[in-house]
């Protein structure tokens, strides 16, 4: 059990590991600093295809503490929107990339499923 203990310290206090989630801390306070006072920024974010589910997690756990009042929930709700609209658009085409191992599907135009596997992968563990 003592060495179990010790392993666990070990662990819980590796300098590479904090340093790295101290830096994407600072990270998600820069960008919602940077949508919150800069709206060419803002405009930007709200066009772009969002980020992963790992680093979804982190900036909205970075809200509460980095926007104040309405901002939070207008934030959330812009990005609650952008995650769901991209969600949508790769499970289409994971469903195209399916549909076309379907010998009758054989002409369908692949489009932009061709790479869903992948860009499927990196969106929900980002990679």
């Known amino acids: 059990v003592k060495i179990a203990d010790e392993l666990h310290n070990i662990q819980c206090g590796c300098m590479v590991c904090d340093k790295r989630d101290n830096t994407m801390k600072r990270y998600a306070d820069v960008l919602l600093y940077m949508w919150a ?9 709200n066009k772009s295809k969002g980020v992963c589910l790992k680093h979804m997690e982190m900036l909205l756990r970075a809200v509460p503490e980095s926007l104040k009042g309405s901002q939070q929930g207008a934030f959330i709700a812009e990005l609650y929107k952008k995650q769901k609209q991209e969600l949508e658009r790769i499970q289409a085409d994971v469903h195209k990339f399916t549909l076309k191992f379907d010998y009758r599907n054989k002409d369908m135009e692949w489009g932009t499923a061709k790479d869903a596997p992948f860009r499927t992968i990196d969106k929900i563990s980002g990679k």
């Open 37 to 45: 006072n800069d709206e060419n920024f803002k405009a930007k974010f």
